[in-house]
């Protein structure tokens, strides 16, 4: 019984890999964040592109992702993809335009690498970042936020916003 318990937490953990959103175009500063995220779905922003750069971060070095940044709304279109190739983390920048989502596969497993201009993810296997990481490193869960408190959340984050840029409405919020 515990062992089970055991092998069913690391089975869990193993696969602990993180889609980042970033305000900037070189995948630093605030983000927001689909945590935990299986291969083969989506994190998206909805319909606009907004995010010049995205990131997987969390993988682990021996495997390989194949990791894709998608425009056109959600999951839509591949703008860019990229293999990790034992990299623990991939950015995905580019000066041809910004991203509205992130998805991942394994390379060699369930499918191929989307050549760029292919559709990705389907729309429906679609989440909304969970988690907002602010510029000073303040962290806050969003996955239960109403769509106004949301926005204002990712207003927060494309604005390079602090902790002090936070509604004092939002402190329970806070990780
Ligand atoms: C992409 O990010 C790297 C750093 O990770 C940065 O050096 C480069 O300038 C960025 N490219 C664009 C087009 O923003």
């Given at each position: 019984?515990?062992?089970?318990?055991?092998?069913?937490?690391?089975v869990g953990s193993a696969s602990a890999v993180d889609l980042y959103f970033h305000h900037s175009g070189d995948c630093s500063g605030a983000s927001s964040?689909?945590?935990?995220?299986?291969?083969?779905r989506c994190c998206g922003v909805g319909r606009r592109d907004i995010y010049p750069s995205v990131a997987v971060r969390g993988i682990p070095t021996n495997w390989n992702l194949n990791c894709r940044g998608h425009f056109g709304g959600d999951c839509l279109f591949?703008?860019?993809?990229q293999n990790s190739n034992g990299a623990n983390w991939v950015c995905l920048n580019d000066s041809t335009g910004w991203y509205s989502g992130i998805g991942y596969g394994f390379v060699n497993k369930k499918r191929e690498p989307v050549p760029a201009g292919e559709?990705?993810?389907?729309?429906?296997e679609c989440v909304k970042p969970?988690?907002?990481?602010?510029?000073d490193g303040a962290q806050y869960d969003i996955a239960g936020l109403d769509e106004d408190a949301y926005n204002k959340f990712l207003d927060i984050v494309e604005a390079n916003g602090v902790s002090a840029d936070v509604p004092a409405e939002f402190d329970a919020l806070r990780k």
């Open positions: 019984m515990q062992l089970i318990h055991v092998l069913i937490g690391l964040v689909c945590s935990n995220m299986s291969p083969d591949i703008r860019k993809a559709t990705g993810a389907p729309q429906e969970d988690l907002a990481i602010l510029a």
